[in-house]
């Protein structure tokens, strides 16, 4: 079943929109809320990432926000830039002897000028 | 530096065909990983090396070996592959302290692999 469930599959935002991608997740065993950002053809790059001790976190345009109750977090991305065109990867992680990272299904941007 | 470095860029084999992976790390990480990405897909899990020790195999097929020689590498073999097995192959590595509860996996570039 999947871990972490993520929408919407594809998102189409003008330049300088915000663009904005949800995440769900059931098991609170989770304690580590990594987003991944991915061209075509090149590996998963760590863009933001948090803990669930704290509601939101900021890295320039970048802003997760985080609600432990709900289980749910999202990516907002301001000023939204065609360069941010990727796919971008929700996960969660946890410790259980090993460090297990389970992957959202991704959302394809697409920021257009 | 979060650098991890995987050779080659690409590959092409035959079914036939023994190739290898190679990733390599020099963060000081003692986990590593190899994920398989099939296009507009999430990466898969396939293998898991904690100091060194495979400790995680997730069910995948024999003609997939994977290596640890040492801490700052890992290899992936290949032997007589089928075209479904055609995709991005990713390394990954982090810290895998055990304390403090789980870290960042930092992921190469890939290898992309196709099986003719």
């Known amino acids: 079943q999947q871990q972490v469930k993520q929408s919407p599959q594809s998102l189409i935002v003008q330049k300088g929109g915000i663009s904005i991608i949800n995440c769900a997740y059931e098991?609170?065993?989770?304690?580590?809320f990594p987003w991944y950002q991915q061209f075509p053809g090149k590996g998963p790059a760590l863009l933001i990432a948090?803990?669930?001790?704290?509601s939101e976190k900021k890295e320039g345009r970048f802003t997760i926000s985080f609600n432990k109750s709900a289980k749910q977090f999202s990516l907002h991305i301001m000023d939204s830039q065609p360069g941010d065109s990727a796919t971008y990867f929700c996960a969660a992680s946890m410790w259980d002897g090993a460090n297990n990272l389970f992957f959202g299904t991704g959302t394809r941007l697409t920021v257009i000028p | 530096d979060t650098e991890v470095t995987q050779t080659p860029k690409h590959l092409v084999m035959g079914m036939t065909n023994k190739k290898s992976l190679k990733c390599e790390q020099h963060m000081g990480h003692r986990a590593m990983y190899w994920y398989k990405q099939k296009a507009k897909k999430p990466p898969e899990l396939m293998f898991v090396y904690s100091y060194e020790k495979l400790s995680i195999n997730e069910s995948v097929p024999s003609r997939f070996s994977p290596e640890c020689p040492n801490s700052s590498l890992l290899n992936l073999h290949l032997h007589a592959l089928q075209p479904e097995d055609s995709a991005l192959y990713l390394c990954?590595?982090?810290?895998?302290?055990?304390?403090?509860?789980?870290?960042?996996?930092?992921f190469g570039p890939g290898t992309r692999l196709t099986v003719l």
């Open positions: 098991n609170t065993a989770f304690d580590y």
């Open positions: 948090i803990r669930p001790d704290v």
């Open positions: 990954a590595s982090s810290q895998d302290s055990g304390t403090g509860g789980a870290d960042t996996q930092y």
